[in-house]
């Protein structure tokens, strides 16, 4: 059964390259009916690692995924990390090492001074002797002496190291006791069973260290994905102020989460030259080989041009149950669908969208100056006043665009008025400024009576 994981370091909060790892994990693991864990690699106690599985799951939660078992706190497992430090040194596959910090120094130097790589030259690896009384000893683990270490890549294909030249005996528990990190992932990974490990490959110099330990533990070697890092457009790693920012400020800055799952499979992996992506679509095509081999960059155009998509494709309900997170609640509102249909070609995100149905729905309490001045001379004035008392008096159905449409028409014909005289006067009186969506469909989510009162009170203010 394929099982997969995400392993984040609790740093408080998901950032959009974390979710797009954990989304390919996601996938492969849902795809092939396997499993899906989460682990928080907090061995360094400092960190609020309960806060960050939490932000996790809120995130997850957001975009609609979930994880299977409990989560994993490395934290909680230092007991089960000494019992295989133990075992590798009783098996004589690590080694106690009593090297001081001086010691080490000097040893660096010399290295350095002949050019060599610096690396730790085993002198405790074969020692028989009496330790010295005052060093506490770190452990380190009997790497192989010149040779290969060889994994396939799902990604990247052959990878071959030779073990000299990348690692040496690397201290596994420290001289406090507690185990090192590509030590304890090692341990985790293979006890947790998992198949399949799709990481950045910022993580591809661990490997060859962790399959060291793999090899010594005598555990399976899982199949690893180096997936290439997420850039921003000057080609530098993508920072917090290209967006690498929390999860949740997307949904803060009105994204719907398929958005944002649809940007993030398609940054670094394609299936031809498809661009959306429903969920099943995504189950269907995902595959990890399928990973790009180069970085990919971060485009935030794309990312508002397929939230656009997604809002202009959303269901009426869905949309009314978004905005509320913006406050907005227009569910018993009886103009709610063309509310929604209205602005739904318009707003790049739901903020956006609450935002413009606010100006609609709630009476302006001021008048854009420059609009006004523009368009509000004696003659628009007048006209708005005729208008309204026209409105007043017909009674046909004006609940609908084409009822407003229809009136408005007739109005303008028996005036010989044309559209410009009288629109952007309208839209003032209505929305306080000369932007809205079309006429008919503000006047008809104002609705009669408030749009009476919108112009009245407008010709009252602009005729003192
Ligand atoms: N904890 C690591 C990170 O947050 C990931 C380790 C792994 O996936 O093996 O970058």
């Known amino acids: 059964m394929t099982t997969t994981r995400f392993a984040p370091s609790p740093t408080g909060y998901l950032h959009i390259g974390g979710l797009r790892t954990a989304l390919y994990s996601y996938l492969w693991a849902r795809k092939n009916s396997g499993r899906f864990l989460l682990r928080i690699e907090d061995t360094d ?11 996790i799951e809120e995130a997850f939660k957001w975009v609609g995924m979930t994880h299977d078992d409990e989560v994993i706190y490395q934290s909680q497992r230092f ?19 009593y090297a001081s910090k001086e010691e080490l120094d000097v040893m660096r130097e010399a290295q350095q001074a002949k050019k060599e790589r610096p690396r730790y030259d085993r002198r405790y690896r074969d020692f028989r ?64 069973g998992l198949t399949d490990v799709i990481r950045g490959d910022d ?29 921003n457009p000057n080609g530098k790693k993508l920072s917090k102020r290209d967006g690498a920012m929390d999860v949740m400020e997307y949904k803060n800055m009105g994204y719907l989460p398929e958005a944002v799952l649809n940007y993030l499979i ?10 959306i992506f429903s969920f099943t679509e ?63 070609e318009r707003a790049k995100t739901i903020k956006e969208f609450a935002t413009m149905a606010k100006t609609i729905i709630d009476e302006p309490t001021s008048y854009d100056e420059k609009a006004v001045k523009k368009f509000l001379n004696e003659e628009a004035i ?5 208008y309204v008392d026209f409105i007043k008096n017909y009674d046909d159905v004006m609940h609908l ?18 559209m410009k005289q009288l629109a952007q006067p309208i839209r003032i009186a209505m929305v306080g400024s000369a932007v809205s969506p079309s006429v008919y469909d503000v006047l008809s989510i104002i609705g009669r009576d408030d749009v009476i009162k919108r112009i009245e009170k407008l010709i009252r203010i602009h005729h003192v």
């Open 45 to 55: 106690l400092k960190r609020n690692s309960l806060e960050a599985a939490k932000a």
């Open 79 to 97: 007991d089960l990390y000494k019992k295989y430090i133990t075992k590798l040194l009783d098996e004589g596959k690590a080694y106690y090492c």
């Open 129 to 192: 002797g009496t330790p010295p009384e005052d060093v506490n000893p770190v452990v380190r683990i009997k790497a192989p002496i010149d040779e290969k270490i060889e994994f396939e890549d799902g990604i990247k294909g052959s990878m071959s190291f030779n073990s000299d030249d990348i690692l040496d005996d690397f201290i596994i528990a420290r001289s406090d006791g507690v185990p090192t990190y590509n030590f304890v992932v090692a341990i985790d990974d293979s006890l947790m």
């Open 203 to 231: 993580h591809l110099s661990n490997t060859p260290k962790q399959i060291v330990v793999y090899e010594a533990l005598g555990f399976d070697i899982p199949k690893f994905y180096h997936v290439p890092m997420i850039l």
């Open 266 to 275: 398609r940054l670094g992996w394609s299936h031809g030259d498809q661009e």
């Open 282 to 344: 995504m189950l269907e095509h995902f595959d990890p080989t399928n990973i790009n081999k180069s970085a990919s960059a971060y485009n935030p155009e794309k990312l508002d041009w397929l939230n656009a998509h997604y809002i202009k494709n959303a269901s009426v309900e869905r949309i009314i149950e978004e905005l509320k997170f913006f406050d907005l609640h227009i569910h018993g509102h009886d103009r709610k669908e063309l509310i929604v249909d209205s602005l739904r």
């Open 382 to 386: 007048e006209i708005l006043q005729q």
């Open 401 to 418: 665009p084409s009822g407003f449409e229809h009136a408005t028409k007739l109005f303008m014909e028996q005036n010989e008025l044309k």
